[in-house]
């Protein structure tokens, strides 16, 4: 980590729309440049202050996606001169974003960036493999949303998920009856305002869609498994396919000064691990333990804990583990409920976790994801805001 200090402000995201509702049309531009606005206004700083744009997006679903980056910067009024970039590492998309232009300013590159993310899986096309012939037969076709959910070396998502829980001895019940908290959860936080405090309204969409707050217990155990035939993965108790878009400002120490902000939060530091792909749930794990020895601190300094709900299984072991106290736990439900579009959710999480810290005083908040093909990521920020 840079000897610089580096600080969070105004993190925000759109709503998070389920698969085919009402983001289905809207490409990862049209739903991060709202945002980015929005950001950069809530600051108090003005787009011309701003000198670098980091993107995250890990499928190009249409013909601004490779572009999104530099689109999405002049489209939210930053002048030509900024520098901008896109990346992608994988589920820990929106994290990377942050790190990335942390990383900038760090290095005495940058001085106010904004790291922006997004995820328009609705508009994933079938691919038509034509471009050199085909001498007989149909075409091969693929889905380029498949892409996402099946790794190089053939691990689907979900199937990882079963292999995690059979590693951690955690059983279907387990994991329906953390599925059904996750739901309770967002509800309440719905209910409470705290959702809303996240949210930039986007075409129209100012609640997200997926949630589902009148599931039961025994709907979730109504479903069957959906990758192994006895297996305890369903669609219950994994996160979504979504569409959304987040973005927050990330600002040197020395730009905070000289433009009078007032920081959310202070990026402690982060780790990136590798962990089996067959068993890439358990990344969260490593990735924290990496995080805590770098820092000094230990889990009992950990004010809230966003720990990605890819699966239910990835957070149940993730707890065991690491001995995380499920109270503090993903407080205000996770992707299981409000839904993972992997561009945005590190960004989504990190805003969850600063205005969680906010409202209870506390000074650290950990934000962990898996990440496909075998990685897992966490990062520790400390709360600016009313602390205890």
């Keep these: 980590m840079s000897e610089r200090q580096i600080y969070l402000k105004s993190a925000r995201r759109t709503a998070f729309g389920r698969f085919g509702g009402g983001f289905r049309d809207q490409p990862v531009t049209d739903l991060a440049v709202p945002v980015v606005k929005d950001v950069i206004a809530r600051s108090g700083l003005a787009a011309e202050d701003v000198d670098h744009l980091v993107f995250g997006n890990v499928i190009a679903t249409t013909s601004e996606a490779p572009w999104a980056a530099r689109i999405t910067a002049l489209g939210a009024g930053i002048p030509d001169s900024v520098r901008t970039v896109n990346v992608n590492r994988a589920c820990g998309t929106g994290v990377q974003a942050v790190i990335t232009a942390a990383e900038q300013i760090g290095l005495g590159r940058s001085e106010v960036a904004v790291a922006a993310g997004a995820e328009a899986f609705s508009m994933a096309p079938s691919v038509l493999w034509t471009r050199w012939g085909n001498k007989r037969g149909v075409p091969k076709i693929e889905d380029m949303l498949e892409w996402a959910y099946t790794d190089p070396w053939g691990n689907v998502m979900g199937v990882t998920g079963e292999n995690l829980a059979g590693l951690g001895g955690i059983g279907r019940d387990e994991q329906d009856e953390y599925a059904l908290r996750s739901q309770t ?20 969409v100012a609640v997200d869609e997926f949630p589902r707050p009148q599931v039961t217990l025994s709907d979730l155990q109504k479903l069957r498994p959906a990758f192994a035939e006895d297996g305890s993965v369903t ?12 973005a927050v400002m990330v600002i040197s120490e020395e730009a905070v000064e000289r433009h009078g902000v007032a920081p959310d939060g202070r990026i402690v530091d982060w780790a990136v691990v590798g962990v089996e792909a067959g068993l890439m749930g358990r990344g969260p794990v490593p990735a924290t333990q990496a995080v805590l020895a770098r820092t000094g601190l230990s889990v009992g300094d950990l004010d809230v804990c966003e720990v990605n709900e890819a699966f239910a299984v990835v957070v149940l072991y993730a707890m065991a583990q690491l001995k995380l106290d499920p109270e503090l736990t993903n407080p205000n439900g996770g992707a299981i409920s409000i839904g993972h579009p992997p561009g945005a959710t590190g960004i989504r999480m990190i805003a969850s976790a600063l205005n969680q810290l906010a409202r209870t005083g506390g000074r650290y908040g950990l934000v962990s994801l898996c990440l496909g093909g075998g990685m897992g990521l966490s990062m520790i920020v400390e709360n600016l805001r009313n602390r205890s």
Excluded: K, P
Aim: glycine share 22%; no cysteine; proline share 0%.
């Design 235 to 246: 669609a219950g108790n994994s996160s979504g396919v979504n569409d959304g878009a987040g």
């Design 185 to 204: 959860r967002a509800e309440a936080a719905r209910a409470a305002g705290y959702l809303a405090e996240e949210i930039h309204e986007v075409g129209g």
